[in-house]
């Protein structure tokens, strides 16, 4: 297995201080699946104050949980001591850890057998659940009694669901049926911790797996009004919500959410505490996407006028992708999107050649009559665009 030269050398750097050390988790299960991993964990049977001894540049990155950062040309690496958890409470982390000196202690806490796997060069792969059969079965198995590991943490029942939907593999029988009968534990956990696998869900190269939220009844217990939103699955519904939905984190909510209107769509991503960009892209789509768009510059700036550039080639693609427009409706949308930007089309109040500080000089009172006027102003030179002089305007 290949993993980075830092990587290799803080687990160098730790057994030549006497200590045990490995890659470990999410790393060792992509880069055996031949996925580039999105980062390094490192497990050590050494506590963080020794860490800190053996590595020059280090981050007290939750030392009572057991994790430090080390730095290493220029990039962090969290180096968390072999631990045991206690009780998860509403939070990324368990209430209490308890340190162990045995690495299989540490890799029985994990949710997965596929994510509990640990590398080192020394030692080679270290697979006490068969996580490598599983791997190669494409199968999402709990370590260990399924029922207890969801009752420990309900968290884990989303993570297994989106883990499928990342890697395309099946949830084991026993694993599924724990699924359904803990899904309502899920009410005690944090919405962003839920919000951050339902993203990772969607943004897969399988959304589609969102189904399994309805068809394991877990949909109640995500949010007071997540069920709303429809299983996308419904009647055997193939392209409801499909990885042809460019994989970008307001799109795909977007497209899942479709069955509603703006109001109940933003609804749902408040209760599940999305960031306000995102909601704010939501809502645009959830606006504009079954609006007629005639192939006609007016109608087509008008639109355009509503949001930036690049939220508006986002809601060209999206509106084809819905089958809202047909693809030679959407070719000829974009071919008369190119025409208004290389022409320069004012479609904007920035753009409008007068300003309110003009208005001001011209005699227009101070105040909200600057506003109605510029936007009357707007209104005229997106039916006209030759009409976006100071000269016709201050006239107008
Ligand atoms: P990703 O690609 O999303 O980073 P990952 O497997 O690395 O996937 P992380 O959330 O980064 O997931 O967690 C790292 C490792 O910690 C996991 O591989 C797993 O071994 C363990 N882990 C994370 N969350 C839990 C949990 N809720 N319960 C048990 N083990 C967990
Ligand atoms: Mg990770």
Redesign the pocket.
């Known amino acids: 297995m290949r993993i980075p030269r830092e990587v290799e050398k803080i687990i160098e750097t730790l057994e030549a201080g006497g200590f045990e050390a490995y890659a470990?988790?999410?790393?060792?299960?992509?880069t055996l699946l031949g996925r580039e991993?999105?980062?390094w964990?490192i497990t050590t049977s050494a506590r963080p104050e020794q860490v800190k001894r053996l590595f020059r540049r280090t981050i007290d990155t939750g030392i009572q949980h057991g994790t430090v950062t080390v730095l290493e040309n220029h990039r962090g690496f969290e180096v968390t001591t072999y631990r045991i958890?206690g009780e998860?409470e509403d939070g990324?982390h368990p209430n209490n850890v308890e340190f162990t000196a045995s690495l299989t202690e540490d890799?029985k806490?994990?949710?997965?057998t596929?994510?509990?796997m640990a590398y080192s060069k020394k030692t080679g792969i270290v697979d006490e659940f068969g996580g490598v059969e599983d791997l190669e079965r494409g199968i999402i198995r709990c370590?260990g009694t399924a029922k207890e590991?969801f009752t420990?943490?309900a968290?884990?029942i989303l993570?297994a669901i989106?883990?499928s939907a990342?890697l395309g593999f099946d949830i084991e029988e026993r694993t599924l049926e724990a699924v359904r009968e803990i899904a309502p534990n899920l009410v005690h956990v944090s919405k962003e911790?839920i919000q951050v696998e339902l993203t990772?869900l969607l943004k897969s190269p399988h959304p589609e797996r969102m189904h399994l939220v309805f068809d394991t009844g877990i949909a109640p217990y995500v949010s007071a009004h997540f069920a709303e939103a429809g299983n996308p699955g419904e009647g055997g519904a193939k392209n409801w919500l499909t990885a042809e939905f460019e994989a970008e984190k307001s799109v795909r909510w977007a497209a899942f959410l479709r069955a509603l209107e703006s109001p109940g769509a933003c609804r749902i991503l408040k209760e599940l505490k999305l960031d306000n960009d995102t909601i704010s892209r939501v809502r645009l789509l959830a606006e504009n996407w079954r609006r007629p768009l005639p192939a006609e510059k007016y109608e087509l700036r008008k639109a355009m006028s509503r949001m930036d550039g690049e939220m508006f080639d986002c809601l060209l693609g999206f509106r084809e992708t819905a089958g809202t427009d047909s693809p030679a409706q959407a070719e000829r949308l974009q071919e008369l999107t190119g025409e208004i930007r290389r022409a320069g089309d004012c479609i904007s109040l920035k753009e409008l050649a007068v300003t309110g500080r003009d208005l001001i000089d011209a005699g227009v009172k101070p105040g909200p009559e600057i506003g109605e006027c510029l936007n009357r102003m707007l209104e005229e030179v997106l039916r006209c665009p030759e009409h976006n002089t100071k000269e016709y305007l201050l006239r107008f």
């Open positions: 470990v988790g999410g790393c060792v299960r992509d991993p999105e980062d964990d958890d998860y990324r890799l806490r994990r949710d997965f596929i994510n509990a370590v590991r420990e943490d968290l884990r993570r989106r883990f990342q911790r990772k």
